[in-house]
């Protein structure tokens, strides 16, 4: 308005006093409706009923942000289903996975908690606690084993009843399980393998520890170099805010190929806030029956589950012990001698043996494990570096190190 043009200065003061306070009481009238509403409507006083009655739009805002409030607590909760109700789901997921004709496994975070890593978006996962400023308890990843649900995924996949599993996770533990590199896509990369871009076809060097410590957002070089051509050698991490840019361990290809056959999705351990926004994972061009059925073993509320055949809120390992059983399916422990990562491994060279401060893999022989497991004591200090939980700090507040 250009009203305000003729009035003199102290008039222009006044009128912003003026406002000032009008909002001010009507800040303060907002409190006071939101004190009377937290009462139970019978101890509400007549003076008190009186004002709600006359702040009928106030109330009717702080219902609705109340209940949206109420909506996003109630999305992180963990939820577990009782016993018996897991059980009959657990039947209802089994006859399923009898009967896909081209079943596909994506998996989270969720999966890999047994093996001390934590997850993302759980109460305790570094995400929520990045979110709320706190630091990310020092978890050595070198000692995580695969999990049981990594070791029922392999044996499905053995039993040709698994045809494909997409991964978010960086932990490798799939690939440690013995599950086959073509049929899995790891989309975030894996922590275990660096590779030579230079080379044609790009040269991969899988290594028995964690070869992210000096990577970062849109910084990949992991200190070494390639053996073959001398150029410095990248990490596979996929850090947020990037884009996967190598076939391997990607496998991008073959994730679309197996979700264009699928018929049946199992997601286990995952918020899903990712892995939704691929659409050809979940074959959103096709018209909505002829997508396939989705099962989601997650203990929060995931994005999906309204479109969910079927939601078990329960932990993935125990969701997965109930299947196995009900298949007739023994699962195979874990058996360090048997895990790939060791044959796959490239060894240092001599002048390498000072490139990385991880502890490696604990190699499967008797009387050197033991050896090594005592050099090894030092204690594992704060987390910096490397994949884990590096780009989950975007946005939030750099973090001080001391
Ligand atoms: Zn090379």
């Known amino acids: 308005m250009a009203a305000g043009w003729?009035?003199?200065r102290s008039e222009r003061k006044a009128a912003a006093r003026a406002e000032f306070l009008r909002q001010e009481e009507q800040r303060?009238?907002?409190?006071?409706?939101?004190?009377?509403?937290?009462?139970?409507?019978?101890?509400?006083?007549?003076?008190?009923?009186?004002?709600?009655?006359?702040?009928?739009e106030i109330v009717r805002d702080l219902e609705r942000l109340g209940k949206k409030r109420e909506r996003l607590r109630r999305r992180l909760e963990e939820v577990c289903d009782e016993p018996e109700e897991l059980k009959r789901k657990v039947s209802k997921l089994s006859a399923a996975v009898q009967g896909a004709k081209h079943l596909i496994i994506y998996t989270g975070a969720g999966i890999s908690t047994a093996a001390s890593i934590p997850d993302y978006r759980g109460p305790n996962g570094v995400w929520t606690m990045l979110q709320k400023g706190r630091s990310i308890r020092a978890v050595?990843?070198?000692?995580?084993?695969?999990?049981?649900?990594?070791?029922?995924?392999?044996?499905l996949h053995n039993h040709k009843l698994?045809?494909?599993?997409?991964?978010?996770?960086?932990?490798?533990?799939h690939l440690r399980s013995g599950l086959p590199r073509e049929a899995l896509s790891e989309l975030h990369g894996n922590m275990y393998i660096e590779v030579c871009t230079s080379c044609t076809p790009n040269r991969e060097y899988v290594r028995v520890f964690d070869v992210t410590e000096r990577t970062a957002l849109h910084r990949h070089h992991t200190g070494r170099v390639c053996h073959k051509c001398g150029a410095q050698l990248r990490d596979t991490i996929v850090h947020f805010g990037e884009k996967g840019i190598l076939q391997q361990p990607l496998n991008w290809e073959a994730a679309i190929e197996a979700a264009s056959k699928a018929d049946v999705i199992l997601c286990l351990g995952s918020s899903l806030k990712v892995l939704k926004k691929y659409p050809h994972l979940w074959c959103m061009s096709k018209p909505p029956r002829h997508r396939p059925k989705l099962y989601i073993v997650n203990l929060q509320w995931t994005p999906k589950d309204d479109l969910a055949a079927l939601k078990l809120h329960g932990k993935c390992d125990d969701v997965m012990k109930l299947l196995m059983d009900e298949l007739g399916l023994p699962i195979p422990c874990y058996d360090r001698t048997k895990d790939p990562i060791f044959s796959l491994a490239v060894p240092l060279q001599p002048e390498e043996e000072g490139s990385h401060s991880r502890r490696a893999v604990a190699p499967p022989v008797g009387l050197h494990e033991v050896q090594l497991g005592e050099q090894q004591q030092t204690p594992v200090g704060p987390l910096s570096g490397g994949w884990f939980g590096r780009g989950c700090a975007k946005g939030t507040k750099k973090r001080k190190v001391s």
Do not use: F, W, Y
């Open 6 to 8: 003729s009035l003199s």
């Open 28 to 56: 303060e009238r907002r409190r006071q409706v939101s004190r009377i509403l937290r009462k139970p409507a019978a101890e509400r006083s007549p003076d008190e009923a009186a004002l709600l009655s006359g702040c009928q």
């Open 140 to 155: 050595d990843l070198s000692e995580a084993e695969p999990t049981l649900t990594h070791m029922s995924i392999a044996c």
């Open 162 to 173: 698994v045809k494909h599993v997409v991964s978010q996770n960086c932990d490798g533990l």
